[in-house]
């Protein structure tokens, strides 16, 4: 082969390499690294001003929990003041990211960061939940009557339930079909029918007025902390019937910042292997095997401030008290504690994770540690 042939066969096999890497680089294929956010919303508690301000607070989880952003909210009253947030729920498919307040709900870009929109609803706003698909929205008013159910692309109503039980807190069920309603008058859980917008049944009644609450995968049991129950109840969604009530033992109880109950928080790890209590005056977690009924008692951990919610990463490994604690799920050794840009300590109730593939949300989890065995 002559040189001049050698050179014009080397200047193709360039161009077919660049052409080449354009391809994959391109291709629905190609895999780009998965980043793992958390998303912290604030105020998250009453005293906010002393931890982490007003906005949507996003942290690296894979680098140390690292802060990145804030990101700007709405929620603002009449005086430019902030305005307590009650609920945070996300939806990767539609790339939407939700925030409530006591008086409006928001609805933010995933990707732009930014508000798209912000509405008021006439009784007020609480601790809502998001179908699967993220396109309905069921959201109660603030400790009244009435569940609003939304169409979460616009925020537009589809229908109202009256479980007539202060409403306050919410877990719509991994296969869509159901959603869990709980008030704080009430000791009766209420199973909403989520294709006709109807109640379904009850569980319970439990001792008292229903508090944080989780359900397993498979939507069989549910686990709810109750007013004036250091501890936890266990109720069959099956059969309607309340099952156990587990008092955490050797911890007394007494006055609390914040919620008024000793317990206000519970979580299933997603293999569903341990349930995870807050305890407000000790201020701990108490760590249950769920994999026995009732469940027993495994550990006690302790965190900087009154815990009052928990929730998990996605995969498990982490989990997160509303004190901003990070904790490992294994070894149950605190990870880091949470802080913004100025190094100010970060506590929040409403935080969930987000997993993203380049600049595509790709899966979200939900601030209400829901099991996540299906089978």
């Known amino acids: 082969m002559s040189r001049h042939h050698k050179l014009l066969f080397r200047r193709l096999m360039l161009i077919a390499i660049a052409v080449f890497s354009l391809l994959v680089a ?20 009453r005293n906010y001003l002393e931890y982490g301000g007003h906005g949507l607070l996003v942290f690296d989880i894979d680098d140390g929990h690292r802060f990145i952003k804030r990101i700007p909210t709405g929620g603002r009253d009449e005086s430019g003041g902030s305005l307590n947030v009650k609920g945070i729920c996300a939806s990767a498919e539609t790339q939407r990211i939700y925030i409530s307040t006591i008086r409006t709900l928001m609805c933010l870009d995933m990707v732009g960061d930014s508000l798209l929109w912000e509405r008021a609803y006439d009784k007020g706003c609480d601790r809502m939940a998001l179908s699967p698909d993220g396109t309905v929205m069921y959201m ?34 991994p296969d869509g079909t159901r959603c869990y309603l709980a008030g704080l008058g009430s000791p009766l859980l209420t199973v909403a029918d989520t294709s006709t917008h109807t109640v379904h049944g009850t569980v319970g009644p439990f001792a008292h007025g229903i508090r944080p609450f989780t359900i397993n995968g498979q939507q069989t049991l549910v686990f709810a902390c109750v007013n004036e129950c250091l501890g936890f109840e266990v109720g069959d969604i099956v ?40 305890d407000a005056f000790n201020k701990r977690l108490h760590i249950y095997d769920a994999t026995v009924m009732p469940p ?19 995969d498990g490994t982490l989990a ?48 209400f540690g829901v099991g996540g065995v299906h089978k």
């Open 320 to 367: 997160y008290p509303s004190s901003g604690d990070v904790f490992d799920v294994r070894t149950r050794e605190l990870v880091t504690q949470l802080t913004d840009e100025t190094g100010r300590a970060v506590s929040s109730e409403k935080l969930l994770e987000v997993d993203w593939t380049g600049n595509v949300p790709i899966r979200a989890g939900n601030q």
């Open 140 to 173: 109660p008013s603030l400790e009244k009557d009435q569940w609003y159910v939304l169409d979460a692309a616009t925020g537009d109503e589809l229908a109202r339930l009256t479980p007539d039980s202060k409403a306050h807190n919410t877990v719509y069920g």
């Open 26 to 45: 391109d291709s629905p294929n190609t895999t780009a690294e998965e980043r793992r956010l958390l998303y912290v919303a604030t105020p998250g508690i």
């Open 296 to 314: 027993v008692s495994l550990a006690s951990i302790q965190c900087r401030d009154e815990p009052g919610w928990i929730t998990f990463s996605i």
């Open 239 to 278: 059969t309607g019937k309340k099952l156990h009530r587990v008092e955490i033992a050797g911890f007394k109880t007494g006055p609390v910042k914040r919620h008024g109950c000793p317990s206000h928080g519970i979580g299933l790890t997603p293999d569903e292997r341990e349930l995870w209590v807050c």
